[in-house]
Each structure stands twice: as structure tokens, then as C-alpha cells.
């Protein structure tokens, strides 16, 4: 199975402030038949489901704001929060779906500072 | 709008066995392969089980392989997850969450239910 390793496993950043979440896999997810990264992030928030924020790796989902953007290839990827809000308190999670099981990392825990 | 509701969860006692159900619309239900995730009190997001659109291919997670069996009933736009031998471990909220491509089972998950909370204890 892919491994998918997040870090840090927690984070606390001032409102307005840049958060930055890295994803590292254990293999490339990287396809050469459409050069695209089978990487997604999702945002948890307590008492909620899980939220699809970004899928190939930087494409972000219907109604996502712009200040969620992804980027990186092959093992190393980030999730980048521009300006923090006070509504992005969560636990945010990579996804590789390039292989069969898709796995998860551990999550990263985004607090306000 | 895409639904998912979650429903069967419960306590059940270690050993035990317990079904769930995923009621699904919204979309074209048999285009998607579907899947079922869980989050331990605690923990993180791991992944169970995804079952193909025609419900002809099936795969879990090692843990739960030979303990938990998933099938859909496309003529109900239904999804389910027969969970036996049930262990503390397995205490999770339960989620079933749809694939975001047709016809590809890896996937990213584009919707999920609610959750339907499992509670293994004596």
C-alpha cells in the first residue's frame, strides 16, 4: 500500500496569517498518460464529514475558497491556506487515489494562534 | 443535489455483528464506485472498503477483510456494509462517500453522509 505521511501533525497559525500543510507518499503519484498527481485534501472540521477541498493535487472543488490552493508532484505535495480564517479550524487530510486502496495520511490539526 | 444518509449504526457487544446502510441521490448511482471510511475516536481517516458501480468487484482494508462484506443494491441506489466479529477497534463513525469519476474504482471522494457511530463495547 501507498503510505502517505503528513506533517506537521499539528498547527497554530494567526488569523490572516499563511498555513502551510505538507503530504509526502512513498511512491509517486504521478501518471505519464495524463501528467496529472492522484493526490486529493480534505478538510474535517469537528462534528462534520469530511470535505473534498482539492483533487489532482491543485484543482479545487466546486465552492472552495481561493485562498485553498494545492500544488506539488510525484511524492511531495502542499496545502496552502493564504489568510487564515477563523472558520478553517480543522484537521486537514491527503488522499492518494492513484492506487488500489486509496489511503490517507494521519491529519494535520490547524488551530488559531 | 447529491444525498448520502448513513443509517444501522449502534453498540454492539465484541463478537457482535451489525449491518449498515447508505441511502443514496442525486446521481446516477451505478456509474459510481462507492465507499465506506471511518474515523476512530482520536484518530485519523482510514479507509474500509470501495465496491465497483456494477457491484461486481470489491476491496477492503486488511484489517477488515473476512469481517466486513460490502454490496449495493443499484435498483435501491443503496449501499451497505456487513460488519462481523465486531472488536473495541472498530468503534468509528462510519461514512459512506461517493467516487468523484465514473467508472474508476481508486478515486477521490467528492460527497460523503454524515456518519452513523458504531459503539463496540460490553
Known amino acids: 500500500d501507498i503510505v502517505m505521511t503528513q506533517s506537521p501533525d499539528s498547527l497554530a497559525v494567526s488569523l490572516g496569517e499563511r498555513a502551510t500543510i505538507n503530504c509526502k507518499s512513498s511512491?509517486?503519484?504521478?501518471?505519464?498518460?495524463?501528467?496529472?498527481?492522484?493526490l486529493a485534501w480534505y478538510q474535517q472540521k469537528p462534528g462534520q464529514p469530511p470535505k473534498l477541498l482539492i483533487y489532482?493535487?491543485?484543482t479545487r472543488d466546486s465552492g472552495v475558497p481561493d485562498r485553498f490552493s494545492g500544488s506539488g508532484s510525484g511524492t511531495d505535495f502542499t496545502l496552502t491556506i493564504s489568510s487564515l480564517q477563523a472558520e478553517d479550524v480543522a484537521v486537514y487530510y491527503c488522499?492518494?487515489?492513484?492506487?488500489?486502496?486509496?489511503?490517507f495520511g494521519q491529519g494535520t490539526k490547524l488551530e488559531i494562534k | 443535489e447529491v444525498q448520502l444518509v448513513e443509517s444501522g449504526g449502534g453498540v454492539v457487544q465484541p463478537g457482535g455483528s451489525l449491518r449498515l446502510s447508505c441511502a443514496a441521490s442525486?446521481?446516477?448511482?451505478?456509474?459510481?464506485?462507492m465507499h465506506w471510511v471511518r474515523r476512530a475516536p482520536g484518530r485519523g481517516l482510514e479507509w474500509v472498503s470501495l465496491?465497483?458501480?456494477?457491484?461486481?468487484?470489491?476491496y477492503y482494508a486488511d484489517s477488515m477483510k473476512g469481517r466486513f462484506t460490502i454490496s449495493r443494491d443499484n435498483s435501491k441506489n443503496s449501499l451497505y456494509l456487513q460488519m462481523n466479529s465486531l472488536r473495541s477497534e472498530d468503534t468509528a463513525f462510519y461514512y459512506c462517500?461517493?467516487?468523484?469519476?465514473?467508472?474508476?474504482?481508486?478515486?477521490?471522494?467528492?460527497?460523503w453522509g454524515q456518519g452513523s457511530l458504531v459503539t463496540v463495547s460490553s
Open positions: 462517500a461517493k467516487g468523484g469519476r465514473s467508472g474508476y474504482y481508486s478515486n477521490y471522494l467528492d460527497y
Open positions: 442525486g446521481f446516477t448511482f451505478e456509474d459510481f464506485a
Open positions: 465496491i465497483s458501480g456494477d457491484g461486481g468487484s470489491a
Open positions: 511512491q509517486s503519484l504521478l501518471t505519464s498518460s495524463n501528467n496529472k498527481n492522484f
Open positions: 489532482w493535487a491543485s
Open positions: 488522499q492518494q487515489y492513484y492506487a488500489t486502496p486509496p489511503t
